[in-house]
T-cell receptor, first 109, second 117 residues
């Protein structure tokens, strides 16, 4: 079957760094997506990885290891506005997104 | 990135009535759109995949006669919740898939919060 696993909730301090892990099992693979979703709002696209390695985009970086079925989202210099849910999604061979349940990130001052 | 709009953003209706939600891709053509439902503190649940000019593909457990989907053009898909009941109250989000270079990206509309009284 297809499955995405990510932690339910994480807590971090403003200004610090946090890494949100995601493991996936899909029928075929066409990339790994990370989305941010604030409470009451729709998800917004953060990153896409299809090749192994690290993609950096400002304060956010995303890493992929296809052989391990593993990805992480790294957030640096955390700000209070980063408090949100972070959704990991893998695209399968049919180009359908398989969604994780999301990781709620709580930022404390 | 590509922009997807959704209308209305909020709707309150009485039990037994029908509600139509529109999803538009504003600056691109979307051959495939997706409809999701999200209950509080839960993840997105895919309801159906909508391809322009053909019948939508519904996920298991989603009643196609209750959730009518029409994808009549490359920029518009509609979801009609027929004979709505309080348990249909939820956050409905549409998404459009677009080919970006050699891979697909998926962009979301802002969502529609439906409350059935």
């Amino acid at each position: 079957g297809q499955n995405i696993d990510q932690p339910t909730e994480m807590t971090a301090t403003e200004g610090a760094i946090v890494q949100i892990n995601c493991t996936y099992q899909t029928s075929g693979f066409n990339g790994l997506f990370w989305y941010q979703q604030h409470a009451g709002e729709a998800p917004t696209f953060l990153s896409y990885n299809v090749l192994d390695g690290l993609e950096e985009k400002g304060r956010f970086s995303s890493f992929l290891s296809r052989s391990k079925g593993y990805s992480y989202l790294l957030l640096k210099e955390l700000q209070m506005k980063d408090s949100a849910s972070y959704l990991c999604a893998a695209m399968d061979s049919n180009y359908q997104l398989i969604w994780g349940a999301g990781t709620k990130l709580i930022i404390k001052p | 990135g590509a922009v997807v709009s959704q209308h209305p953003s909020r709707v309150i209706c009485k039990s037994g009535t029908s509600v139509k939600i529109e999803c538009r891709s504003l600056d691109f053509q979307a051959t495939t759109m997706f409809w999701y439902r999200q209950f509080p503190k839960q993840s997105l649940m895919l309801m159906a995949t909508s391809n322009e000019g053909s019948k939508a593909t519904y996920e298991q457990g989603v009643e196609k006669d209750k959730f009518l989907i029409n994808h009549a053009s490359l920029t518009l898909s509609t979801l009609t919740v027929t004979s709505a009941h309080p348990e249909d109250s939820s956050f409905y989000i549409c998404s459009a898939r677009v080919l970006a270079g050699s891979y697909y990206e998926q962009y979301f509309g802002p969502g529609t919060r439906l409350t059935v009284t």
